[in-house]
């Protein structure tokens, strides 16, 4: 059992600094994407061996998880988007990550219909997903998609305060993104729906940063009536995400706080929030979790104003 504890301590401090490596190299991203999750789990296994082993084997954890929590204070710190007055009127944009292996129809149709969003941003969205949602979203008719039978399709439809949008990509090569303006009843704003690639395997650090890169760009360009929404596959203590926040100057409407996120759906402290909106100082935003639909992702309902 010590020996068991020993070795959980030296491997979950491990993975704990192994989050300094974030922007550097691979696995840095993803062990900081899940740094409370570790920090939680190893402040869990230090007190249990706090308790069965000899203090030593505990205090051998200790640092890493001081150096956990230290990580997250910064964005624990972070100024949060200013809500909608209750008196005025918002936007409702509804963003869900469909997941391409999903199939559950009737979840997502149950979702828009009971939620009445003005406007609808699909991710992962496939050809068999857009011929399935077709009737429900046939009244939004201000719209934009490519679909994929992978997870780079995307689309986004407006019922009502959607204008122009368009599929756009942030460079060459990029994945394919949507921009439109968005009215906030008389001011015009502009949106930016995203699905940047994970940082779970190594393959794919690169193009996430350079899309985080390009996402923060096109911020500065349109601050400060900007908003950024869709599955980011980044949470705010993440270095790239963090760059986005400060050069963009942006605020995060992303909910669940540090365990209680969109992805993946399984119960808290496991999930992590990755979903919803960044907004500039002209928008407003008030971020809410949905209910599960079939897939990886919750969904994630965001008022404007």
């Keep these: 059992m010590r020996r068991l504890l020993a070795i ?15 922007g550097i190299v691979w696995p840095g991203p993803p062990l900081a994407l899940f740094r409370p999750q570790l920090t939680l789990a190893l402040l869990a296994v230090v007190l249990v061996a706090s308790l069965v082993s000899p203090r030593r084997i505990a205090l051998i954890g200790i640092p890493g998880v001081v150096l956990g929590v230290a990580l997250l204070v910064p964005a624990l710190r972070d100024p949060e988007p200013e809500p909608p007055s209750s008196d005025r009127p918002t936007v409702k944009l509804l963003t869900v990550n469909l997941w391409h292996k999903n199939d559950d129809v009737a979840a ?35 719209r934009a998609f490519e679909t994929s039978d992978g997870s780079s399709g995307i689309g986004l439809y407006g019922r009502t305060h959607l204008r122009d949008p368009e599929i756009v990509r942030l460079f060459d090569g990029a994945r394919p993104a949507v921009a439109a303006q968005l009215d906030l009843f008389g001011r015009i704003a502009h949106l930016l729906v995203v699905h ?10 690169a193009e996430h940063e350079r899309e985080l890169a390009a996402i923060a760009e096109w911020a500065r360009a349109h601050k400060p009536r900007s908003a950024v929404c869709g599955d980011l596959n980044a949470a705010r203590w993440s270095r790239a995400l963090r ?13 669940g706080g540090l365990f209680q996120g969109s992805w993946p759906s399984l119960p808290p402290p496991l ?3 990755i979903d919803g909106c960044l907004v500039g100082s002209g928008i407003r935003a008030r971020a809410i979790l949905g209910p599960r639909v079939g897939s990886d992702h919750l969904p994630v309902t965001v008022e404007l104003s």
Excluded: C, M, N
Aim: aromatic share 4%; hydrophobic share 50%; proline share 11%.
């Design 196 to 205: 940047p690639p994970g940082t779970l395997f190594p393959g794919q650090v």
């Design 243 to 255: 760059d986005v926040l400060s050069e963009g100057a942006l605020r995060a409407a992303l909910p």
């Design 271 to 273: 999930k992590v929030a």
């Design 8 to 22: 959980l301590i030296g491997l979950l401090s491990a993975a704990v600094a192994g989050g300094l490596l974030d």
């Design 108 to 142: 997502v149709i149950e979702l828009i219909t009971q939620e009445r969003p003005d406007i609808v941003a699909l991710i992962e969205l496939t050809p068999t997903w857009q011929r399935a949602l077709a009737p429900i979203l046939r009244p939004f008719g201000s």
